[in-house]
Nanobody, 113 residues
Framework: QTQLVESGGGLVQAGGSLRLSCVTTGSIFRLNVMAWYCQTPGEQRESVAAITPVGSTTYDNSVKGRFTISRDIDKNTVYLQMNNLKPEDTAVYYC???????WGQGTQVTVSS
């Protein structure tokens, strides 16, 4: 049973923008801190940004000022607005409810120089 689905990745030039979306079930969305992770080949997944059920947000230093995590409660959706993208942002991005074993299929983001 699919519990969350990411979308919105693609190929973009450096300096461009993308918005990732993560749709999940209502219970998962309401009860968990939702986070975006990224992973490059051969590396571990790393946290990029997170948002709590009450809307507090945290960011990795590498994306502060460029990425914004947000959510739409009515749509059970978490977003990651990615601006001023850099080639080093290239990765597969995953949505993950913290402290669960739930992962989606990921969405590929590729930033060309």
């Amino acid at each position: 049973q699919t519990q969350l689905v990411e979308s919105g990745g693609g190929l973009v030039q450096a300096g461009g923008s993308l918005r990732l979306s993560c749709v999940t079930t209502g219970s998962i969305f309401r009860l968990n801190v939702m986070a975006w992770y990224c992973q490059t080949p051969g590396e571990q997944r790393e946290s990029v940004a997170a948002i709590t059920p009450v809307g507090s947000t945290t960011y990795d230093n590498s994306v502060k000022g460029r990425f914004t995590i947000s959510r739409d409660i009515d749509k059970n959706t978490v977003y990651l607005q990615m601006n001023n993208l850099k080639p080093e942002d290239t990765a597969v991005y995953y949505c993950h409810p913290i402290r669960t074993t739930i992962w989606g299929q990921g969405t590929q983001v590729t930033v060309s120089s």
